[in-house]
Structures are given as structure tokens and as C-alpha cells.
Nanobody
Framework: QVQLVESGGGLVQAGGSLRLSCVASGRTYSRYAMGWFRQAPGKEREFVATISLSAGRTYYADSVKGRFTISRDNAKNTVYLQMNSLKSEDTAVYYC??????????????????WGQGTQVTVSS
């Protein structure tokens, strides 16, 4: 079992930046691929980014490519999402997720095994 706790959300103006963090506890964190997803009101949960076990590989949704960066620090059991040049359409609850297989990286939410409770990001225009 893995427990995930997100933090770092908040209210920011369009064009601004935020960094989300997700701390994992429980089973060996470094064995999991990690991902970030988001869900806006009235919409389905959508993939944002994912990172491999060793942080050697990453994969992004087209909507955030070039603006968001996913990273991880296995010594701290933490995965990050640096969000720059934020837009109003980035407003959503952001969720951290862990995936046991580890490879290949996947954007499909149903393939992730553990989820955090989410953190709200609101971008004002």
C-alpha cells in the first residue's frame, strides 16, 4: 500500500507559476512510476505528466508540454510538478498517482494503482 499526499496548490494569476509536491509513504516509492492528473469541474480526469522510476523518462500531455515539468526525488519520496505560464484552463484539482508496473509509462488513469486526495489549482485570468 502507498499513501500519497499532495500540496502546493493555490490561487495564481494567469502567466504565473506554482510547484506541486506529492509525498509518498508506505511501500517502496522508488519502484513506482509516478503521474500527475487533473480534473476540472464537469470534466473527466485527464492526464498531465508521468515520470519513470529512475526519473530518466518523462511524458507529457500536449496541453502542458513546454510549460510543466515533472521531477522526482526518490531520497525524499517526493514527486514534483513545476507549472509555469499558467492559463485559466489549467484550473483543476490536481492528483498525484503511483503505478506499480513502472514501465512503459502510461497516460491512462485506470492503470494507476494509488491516488492522492488532490490539491486545488485556480488560475485567474
Amino acid at each position: 500500500q502507498v499513501q500519497l499526499v499532495e500540496s502546493g496548490g493555490g490561487l495564481v494569476q494567469a502567466g504565473g507559476s506554482l510547484r506541486l509536491s506529492c509525498v509518498a509513504s508506505g511501500r517502496t516509492y522508488s519502484r513506482y512510476a509516478m503521474g500527475w492528473f487533473r480534473q476540472a469541474p464537469g470534466k473527466e480526469r485527464e492526464f498531465v505528466a508521468t515520470i519513470s522510476l529512475s526519473a530518466g523518462r518523462t511524458y507529457y500531455a500536449d496541453s502542458v508540454k513546454g510549460r510543466f515539468t515533472i521531477s522526482r526525488d526518490n531520497a525524499k519520496n517526493t514527486v514534483y510538478l513545476q507549472m509555469n505560464s499558467l492559463k485559466s484552463e489549467d484550473t483543476a484539482v490536481y492528483y498525484c498517482a503511483a503505478e506499480e508496473r513502472g514501465w512503459p509509462l502510461t497516460p491512462r488513469a485506470y492503470e494507476y494503482d494509488y491516488w492522492g486526495q488532490g490539491t486545488q489549482v485556480t488560475v485567474s485570468s
